[in-house]
């Protein structure tokens, strides 16, 4: 047999030795693989050979039994190293009450809290793994670079409700904490009306109001107009409109382990616990509700939502009134 021009002495050796465990047994065989002209008619021949059949029964077995016994010892390495636990927390959903329950249910473990050590996102895997609960106001692609495996979950709120209590939230802040702590939204809620807060142009405070529920969901996106979303390191050259926002929360609000809303908050708490494989010791306890007086937090009438005080909360959470009547759908 002449020798093809496609395909070359070792390269038949190899596929001898991939699929069939051995060289070729003689030089016979070297022109037999060498006249395929490709590796790819030469895979076939040896697929479709009789030695290779028969030593495709002999080894399944034994495949099986590997694959089984290491299925096996995943299920109890993931005994030993429980999954970690990721909070992803929404500002004013109830966040709180779930943090202290984490705490209570996991003494002695290690927690990441974001206002200590930062966002999960900017750091390697190496540093994030000895930690079991992360907790903070992240985003979801800081949740997602926590090392698997672990169980992200989140809360939901109705957007207009949300804002308002972030709004009563900041305000009520005392003026001497504001100024240890050089709280700048705070100083600029506690001086501004509801529709005042709602039209300011300060930087942060867009982030924290116009469809932050959606940006926080779809990734470290941040407001730049009426509808135009970007993140830090884009830029406006990087900036997407709003329904591609949408739908990059969609798909990561897919991803998430266990969502929940704040208004179904006790209903939805065994769900929760099952997802994060935590007990369910009962009822969450009520904290920084709009009630709590504190060395922080002094009381102080809510404002009245004035028309034009609706409309802004309309316009500010389009999106996030749109991403969360779609996630109820799926959560009924």
Not at 21 to 47: D, F, H, M, Q, V
């Amino acid at each position: 047999m002449s020798k093809a021009v496609g395909i070359k002495r070792e390269e038949v050796e190899l596929a001898y030795r991939l699929l069939l465990g051995r060289s070729p047994e003689n030089e016979a065989a070297y022109e037999y693989g060498l006249s395929a002209g490709s590796i790819k008619i030469l895979r076939g021949w040896l697929l479709d050979s009789p030695e290779f059949a028969h030593a495709l029964q002999r080894d399944t077995p034994n495949l099986l039994r590997r694959w089984i016994l290491a299925e096996m010892r995943q299920r109890e390495a993931a005994k030993q190293h429980p999954p970690r636990i990721v909070f992803l927390h929404i500002m004013k959903t109830a966040g709180t009450s779930l943090r202290t329950r984490l705490e209570e249910l996991l003494p002695g473990e290690r927690f990441w809290r974001r206002e200590e050590q930062g966002r999960p996102g900017d750091f390697p895997a190496e540093q994030l793994s000895p930690y079991r609960c992360f907790m903070g106001h992240f985003n979801f692609a800081d949740a997602w670079n926590v090392p698997e495996p672990r169980r992200i979950f989140t809360v939901l709120r109705e957007p207009r409700a949300r804002v308002i209590s972030l709004y009563h939230f900041l305000a009520r802040h005392r003026p001497e904490v504001i100024e240890a702590r050089k709280l700048q939204t705070a100083e600029i809620a506690r001086c501004s009306s509801l529709l005042e807060f709602l039209r300011h142009p300060d930087p942060e405070i867009r982030a924290s109001l116009q469809n932050h529920i959606t940006c926080t969901i779809a990734g470290d996106f941040r407001p730049i107009g009426p509808n135009l979303y970007t993140t830090p390191w884009e830029g406006r050259r990087g900036a997407i409109g709003g329904t591609a926002l949408l739908r990059l929360a969609l798909e990561n609000l897919r991803k998430i382990d266990c969502v929940i809303s704040a208004e179904r908050l006790e209903y939805d708490r065994p769900r929760l616990m099952a997802a994060i494989g935590l007990p369910d010791p009962g009822p969450f306890s009520r904290e920084n509700t709009r009630d709590s007086i504190n060395d922080i937090l002094e009381p102080r009438p809510d404002s009245e939502v004035s028309q034009e005080a609706q409309t802004e909360l309309y316009r500010l959470t389009e999106l996030d009134r749109m991403l969360v009547r779609l996630a109820n759908i799926d959560l009924r």
